[in-house]
């Protein structure tokens, strides 16, 4: 049985470069000002770094503090490739990006597949539930529907999501990639007593946008 967070140790460090690149990207998309960052916590106790980006984005979407949480949670998982790196850019794009189709996009096989997703656990209530994505953002429960969803189709079936991810610019093969990284992450807590959406919540408090979500 998975242990509560405060009966263990931290969890590993999350790196501070999941923030300085996020910011980055947020900077040059003029979403929020440039703030001074400090060394991230070696647990998911509050830290310098993600406080003082909660308070310098006030006016921040509820959507890029939940983006912000899944890169601090999947770091915190150690799945992450290296710091700077082009494969670390392109997560923290498709994260963004991918966050972006499930909230925004009207595509009828995206939303049929977040729909039934969470139907295996919510039933009728799914509908909504996918709805509330466009306030929310990402949630640790909807992105361990949709990595076990995922997991249950062939490359061939999920070519029916290509053309609501192309306005995107997003492949089924990019999307492939982030659901892995959450069955990673999954396995990497539960390996050591955890969950992932008690580490995600944790996370999910610091950022931006925490009060609204």
Same mark, same amino acid.
């Given at each position: 049985m998975l242990l509560s967070l405060r009966?263990?140790?931290?969890?590993?460090?999350?790196?501070?470069?999941?923030?300085?690149?996020?910011?980055?990207?947020?900077?040059? =998309?003029g979403l929020v000002a440039i703030v001074e960052t400090a060394p991230?916590?070696?647990?998911?106790?509050?830290?310098p770094v993600l406080t003082q980006t909660s308070r310098s984005a006030k006016t921040a979407s509820p959507h890029i503090g939940s983006a912000m949480a899944v890169l601090?949670?999947?770091?915190?998982?150690?799945?992450?490739?290296?710091? =700077?790196?082009?494969?670390a850019n392109h997560i923290i794009r498709f994260v963004i990006q991918f966050q972006s189709v499930f909230t925004k996009s009207d595509d009828p096989a995206v939303q049929e597949f977040a729909r039934q997703a969470l139907a295996q656990k919510y039933g009728d209530q799914a509908a909504d539930i996918v709805k509330g994505l466009r306030t929310s953002g990402w949630t640790a429960d909807v992105l361990e529907r949709l990595s076990d969803e995922e997991a249950e189709h062939s490359s061939e079936n999920l070519q029916t999501l290509a053309q609501g991810f192309a306005p995107f610019n997003l492949s089924v093969e990019e999307f492939h990639r982030?659901?892995?990284?959450?069955?990673?992450?999954?396995?990497?807590?539960h390996a050591?007593?955890?969950?992932?959406?008690?580490?995600?919540?944790?996370?999910?408090?610091?950022?931006?946008?925490? =009060?609204s979500s």
């Open positions: 009966c263990l140790s931290p969890v590993s460090q999350s790196s501070a470069y999941i923030i300085h690149s996020f910011l980055v990207s947020l900077v040059l =998309g991230a916590s070696a647990d998911p106790a509050p830290n601090a949670t999947l770091q915190d998982a150690d799945v992450l490739p290296p710091e =700077g790196t082009p494969e982030f659901m892995q990284l959450v069955r990673d992450a999954r396995q990497a807590f050591r007593g955890l969950e992932f959406h008690n580490i995600f919540s944790s996370r999910r408090k610091e950022m931006p946008g925490a =009060g």
